[in-house]
């Protein structure tokens, strides 16, 4: 599936069976978006990924074994859990 950037560029895209879940750049990412998204099948974000922190910005993304869940990394040190069918978040820790 294509997908188009919202704000920057794509670092990062995975498929997955509802769509391709699309990491942007943080650099000139809007500070009050979330640059973590699903896109679905019909190209129509289905969530945003919620933020441990209002300013945070997603950097680095990988689903985790069990299929249900995945992983994000902020760039002000956030280790992030995340709920693939919704992108809210279950967990969060500060690694700095």
């Given amino acids: 599936m294509d997908v188009e950037p919202l704000y920057t560029k794509i670092d990062k895209s995975i498929q ?4 391709v879940i699309v990491l942007e750049n943080p650099q000139g990412f ?3 978006e979330t640059n973590l998204y ?15 922190d209002i300013n945070a ?4 993304v990988k689903l985790n ?11 002000n040190g ?3 859990e995340l709920d ?3 992108g809210k978040l279950i967990s969060f820790t500060s690694i700095q």
């Fill in 57 to 60: 910005s997603f950097s680095r």
């Fill in 38 to 52: 699903l896109i679905g099948q019909s190209g129509k974000i289905i969530w945003k990924a919620e933020k441990p």
């Fill in 16 to 19: 997955v069976n509802a769509g």
């Fill in 65 to 75: 074994e069990d299929g249900d869940t995945f992983a994000a990394y902020t760039v």
């Fill in 78 to 80: 956030h280790a992030c």
């Fill in 30 to 32: 809007p500070r009050n």
């Fill in 84 to 86: 693939l069918q919704t």
